[in-house]
T-cell receptor, first 110, second 116 residues
Framework: DAKTTQPTSMDCAEGRAANLPCNHSTISGNEYVYWYRQIHSQGPQYIIHGLKNNETNEMASLIITEDRKSSTLILPHATLRDTAVYYCIACYTGRRALTFGSGTRLQVQP | EPEVTQTPSHQVTQMGQEVILRCVPISNHLYFYWYRQILGQKVEFLVSFYNNEISEKSEIFDDQFSVERPDGSNFTLKIRSTKLEDSAMYFC??????????????FGPGTRLTVL
């Protein structure tokens, strides 16, 4: 699996968009980019994933650069409940094990 | 919304004792997983399970660990002789890969294991 690099921490004002970057410069053509988050000590929660195209669901948007070397997770209107550690994970089609890094600790400020 | 459940939420045991952690995956899911997270550290993959056999395991998953799907709903992780360093949160997950063979793993709330 390609290594991913994320900032250690970020702050965001409540109601504003939170943009969380992820670098995956060694990603290969059939590796997906997944985003999970972990609120306090709860189980990781799936957010979104993509391969090449930008994706959007009810939780977030995922913007993947054309060269696929980086991506950005966008929470359009961050709330206090979005305070969590966000993990960007690259993994091959068909692999089953998720490799979690240290993630980005997002603190949403009131 | 269907969810993965785990019992107990907290287990305290003495070093050397056997523990069994239980999980009920989402009912139509086919792949099952165990992960652990030592306090303050990363979430680590332990094992994945499909079609009644282990499909992948990490080097953490040594002979002290075993998994089982004893019936149609439960998925268990057994630690035969617990060590102090087994103290961690243990997360169960399940997934139902779609046609694109991509993983969307859904995690349970975890079992906190404390080994004294």
């Amino acid at each position: 699996d390609a290594k991913t690099t994320q900032p250690t921490s970020m702050d965001c004002a409540e109601g504003r968009a939170a943009n969380l970057p992820c670098n995956h410069s060694t990603i290969s053509g059939n590796e997906y980019v997944y985003w999970y988050r972990q609120i306090h000590s709860q189980g990781p929660q799936y957010i979104i994933h993509g391969l090449k195209n930008n994706e959007t669901n009810e939780m977030a948007s995922l913007i993947i650069t054309e060269d696929r070397k980086s991506s950005t997770l966008i929470l359009p209107h961050a709330t206090l409940r979005d305070t969590a550690v966000y993990y960007c994970i690259a993994c091959y089609t068909g692999r089953r094990a998720l490799t979690f890094g240290s993630g980005t600790r997002l603190q949403v400020q009131p | 919304e269907p969810e993965v459940t785990q019992t107990p939420s907290h287990q305290v045991t003495q070093m050397g004792q056997e523990v069994i952690l239980r999980c009920v995956p989402i009912s139509n899911h086919l792949y099952f997983y165990w992960y652990r997270q030592i306090l303050g550290q990363k979430v680590e993959f332990l094992v994945s399970f499909y079609n009644n056999e282990i499909s992948e395991k990490s080097e953490i998953f040594d002979d002290q660990f075993s998994v089982e799907r004893p019936d149609g709903s439960n998925f268990t992780l057994k630690i035969r002789s617990t060590k102090l360093e087994d103290s961690a949160m243990y997360f169960c997950a399940s997934s139902d890969p779609g046609l694109e063979f991509t993983d969307t793993q859904y995690f349970g709330p975890g079992t906190r294991l404390t080994v004294l």
